[in-house]
């Protein structure tokens, strides 16, 4: 088959690497494979370096401009003509969406939408989320299949008119990574994230100011984005700059792993982080909010903690609890590896994909 696969951020957050490994193993198996990405980014390196060809649409952008979106919509219409996928596999809302109008238009046989997320469940004004919701309901109905990263995803949108029959869910999947050797011997606290507002890293900022008044140890931040200079500053402003390490944009970035004791995600909105999987998949005991797909990956007690939003103080006893009691890291780190390999197999998601794709 000839396979484009299509996003709108050429980053190389959770979306990115998704569509990184379907290219890849797509290529493995003999299939024509391009990928259609906004800006020149790590994904677009990392896919050079496997071969596989890019097709670079510069003006495509997460931020929603009217003139920018026409022309990046004529690109697409112009690819899909040219290239005439067999599969157009299409990634993020506005890629999604324009890449959904283009395909319809231009007769692609297959045109299979992937939700990593809904960007109405972020905190938006009222307006803005019906705005979003109903482009999101005209990608669903436009494309031929939708696959939704978590049942909570599916059931965010299974409701809403004629889409239902188009919606299945096919959890991510890893293989197995190596990881550096750990060094530094002090407790550590880590998370890898895109530094957006959603992630809810100013809530583990709050906590983190009064867990470190209580012990010795070291929060580290893997990642970019829009928040990262804010996240700094207040860091400054909460006095716990010396304990606190951004280390900015770091390839590979999951090998860091192996240097974390505890593994923190208190997103305002998820659908089904990759990262997550990740830390599980090395035994590190998590502490996350019960966001989009999270609950369908953590048991609260069983292998891992499950907080409220917005809640630091919560976050903050809970950092305590596992600090002071290694044979409960150990445990809920257990239990996370064992349902991560049982569940989350590459393997099975590639299988379930590509069937699509028939």
């Given at each position: 088959m000839?396979?484009l696969?299509?996003?709108?951020?050429?980053n190389f957050g959770?979306a990115?690497r998704y569509?990184f490994?379907?290219?890849t193993?797509a290529k493995?198996?003999?299939?024509?494979?391009?990928?259609?990405s906004?800006?020149?980014?790590?994904l677009?390196?990392?896919?050079?370096?496997?071969k596989i060809?890019?097709?670079?649409i510069?003006?495509?952008r997460r931020?929603i401009?009217?003139?920018?979106e026409?022309?990046?919509?004529f690109?697409?219409?112009?690819?899909l003509r040219n290239?005439?996928?067999?599969?157009?596999?299409?990634?993020s809302?506005k890629?999604g969406?324009l890449g959904a109008?283009a395909?319809?238009l231009?007769?692609v046989?297959?045109?299979?939408?992937t939700?990593h997320?809904?960007?109405?469940n972020?905190?938006r004004?009222?307006?803005q989320?019906v705005?979003?919701?109903?482009?999101?309901?005209?990608t669903?109905?436009?494309?031929h299949?939708t696959i939704?990263?978590?049942?909570?995803?599916?059931?965010?949108?299974?409701?809403w008119?004629?889409?239902k029959?188009k919606?299945?869910?096919?959890?991510?999947g890893?293989?197995?990574?190596d990881?550096?050797q750990?060094?530094?011997k002090?407790?550590?606290v880590g998370?890898?994230?895109?530094?957006?507002?959603?992630k809810?890293?100013d809530?583990l900022?709050k906590?983190?100011?009064k867990?470190i008044?209580?012990?010795?140890a070291?929060?580290?931040i893997?990642?970019?984005?829009?928040?990262?200079?804010n996240?700094?500053?207040?860091a400054?402003?909460?006095?716990?700059s010396d304990?606190?390490?951004f280390?900015?944009?770091?390839?590979?970035?999951r090998?860091?792993l192996s240097?974390?004791?505890?593994?923190?995600?208190?997103s305002?909105?998820?659908?089904?982080p990759?990262v997550l999987?990740?830390?599980?998949?090395v035994?590190l005991?998590?502490?996350?909010t019960?966001?989009g797909?999270i609950?369908?990956?953590?048991e609260?007690g069983?292998?891992?903690?499950?907080i409220p939003?917005?809640?630091?103080?919560?976050?903050?006893s809970s950092l305590i609890l596992?600090a002071e009691?290694?044979?409960?890291?150990?445990?809920?780190g257990a239990?996370l590896?064992?349902s991560?390999?049982e569940?989350?197999?590459?393997e099975?998601?590639?299988?379930?994909t590509?069937?699509l794709?028939l």
């Amino acid at each position: 088959m000839k396979i484009l696969y299509g996003i709108t951020k050429s980053n190389f957050g959770g979306a990115q690497r998704y569509v990184f490994d379907l290219a890849t193993e797509a290529k493995k198996k003999g299939h024509d494979v391009a990928v259609l990405s906004g800006g020149k980014g790590v994904l677009v390196e990392k896919l050079m370096a496997e071969k596989i060809r890019v097709i670079p649409i510069t003006e495509m952008r997460r931020d929603i401009y009217i003139g920018e979106e026409i022309e990046s919509f004529f690109k697409i219409l112009k690819v899909l003509r040219n290239e005439r996928p067999d599969v157009s596999h299409i990634n993020s809302s506005k890629m999604g969406g324009l890449g959904a109008l283009a395909g319809r238009l231009t007769g692609v046989k297959k045109i299979i939408f992937t939700a990593h997320g809904w960007a109405f469940n972020e905190p938006r004004p009222v307006w803005q989320k019906v705005f979003i919701k109903f482009f999101v309901w005209l990608t669903i109905l436009l494309s031929h299949k939708t696959i939704c990263v978590s049942e909570k995803t599916k059931g965010d949108v299974e409701g809403w008119p004629f889409i239902k029959n188009k919606l299945v869910v096919i959890y991510n999947g890893i293989l197995s990574f190596d990881l550096t050797q750990r060094e530094d011997k002090i407790f550590t606290v880590g998370t890898i994230s895109e530094l957006h507002r959603i992630k809810g890293l100013d809530i583990l900022l709050k906590a983190w100011s009064k867990f470190i008044k209580k012990h010795t140890a070291m929060l580290v931040i893997v990642g970019e984005g829009e928040e990262k200079q804010n996240l700094e500053n207040m860091a400054k402003k909460l006095g716990i700059s010396d304990s606190v390490t951004f280390k900015g944009f770091v390839d590979n970035a999951r090998s860091l792993l192996s240097g974390f004791d505890i593994f923190c995600i208190p997103s305002r909105s998820e659908a089904m982080p990759y990262v997550l999987l990740e830390a599980g998949f090395v035994g590190l005991p998590v502490i996350a909010t019960p966001v989009g797909g999270i609950p369908e990956i953590i048991e609260n007690g069983i292998n891992g903690i499950l907080i409220p939003c917005e809640d630091a103080e919560t976050l903050f006893s809970s950092l305590i609890l596992l600090a002071e009691d290694e044979n409960l890291r150990k445990r809920l780190g257990a239990h996370l590896k064992a349902s991560i390999q049982e569940n989350f197999l590459f393997e099975k998601m590639v299988e379930k994909t590509f069937n699509l794709y028939l």
